[in-house]
């Protein structure tokens, strides 16, 4: 899988999920697949997506919140799935691009083992998953018990291509209005 | 089993301490992220009297991101902290609260000022204000408890009606802290 595979199938499974993407691959990869969706795309702050993903899910209950993170982002945020496991709030997958590498810097390796599932398995209160191709990614997104973190494996690094540079006020502002904006009732938490 | 409210509730609540933690509520605060402050104790309590719920989290940084979260999904969050854990905290102010203008109030036990005998406080308490300053942010230092209402209300509006991140400063005057703080 490349990381545009990994956001598509995001977009396609859960279309009313309210994302949050750390900065870097994640943002270019979910604006790609999501033509520039209403989404929450970090343009920094690295290590603070999976909080800020906490946050919003706690804030909407009844709204599917998907953080689409790098491992080297979620390494360097760690300690939040400890206080996902902590809170545990319901309506929140974690999705890890894990390739092993940070890729918006060039491509260096994280040398830090990502076992991430295994981290979360030990934590308890948040499923785990491992998956490797897009359609094992759909099931785990639709059957997943959450909150539930999904380790990506991704087998192939390609940029997905926008700029993972941000305008904050247009990310805020539309963001917002996905926020306000009437789902399917079937979607809803 | 997770703890939702300060574990010495019985911990005497001072009247800045209510006062702010009342102040919140009346600006319909929500939720309050934090890392643990003998200081900042009695806020929590009194915040947890009043229905507010308590976020612990592991690192001041992740309690500015948590509350970006909920900011950006249009709720009052307070973000309370220690001086010295302001240093963990900087990234996500100035990269991401900041630039998105997500208006959050912030309050800050401060540390490494008037009387404090632990000189590896005495830096990020003479750094805190000037760190914050440097992103822009705006602070206001408490001194007196009954300045505590006015300071509190004003934060709270710069960060939910300009969208301005701005913070209140608890100053060593106040007291509260523990013996030798």
Redesign the interface.
Known sequence: MQATEVASAIVDTVPDALCVASLGTATSALRAASNDGPHFYFGASMGSALAGAMGVAEALPDRLVVALLGDGELLMGAATLWSVAAYRPANLITVVLSDGVYGITGGQALNAPTRFAEVVQCLGGVTNHRVDTAADLCHALQTAARPALIEAELDERVWPGPSPFVDPAKVVLEFRANVHRSVSPDSRV | M?ETMPRDKSAAQLEWQLAIADELVRRDVT?A?YVPDTRLQGILARLDEHGV?L?S???E???????????????R?VVLMQSSGLGNAI??LG??VV????GIPLIVSMRGTLGEANPSQIPMGRAATALLHALGIQTFALRAAADARQLTDGVATMAFDAGECAAVMLEAELGGGRAGN
Do not use: H
Not at chain 2, 99 to 102: A, H, I
């Open positions: 997770v939720v992220a719920s976020r989290l592991t690192r940084e992740e309690c500015v991101g948590y509350a970006a979260g909920q900011r950006i999904a249009g709720k969050p990234n996500a990269s991401l630039p998105y203008r997500l």
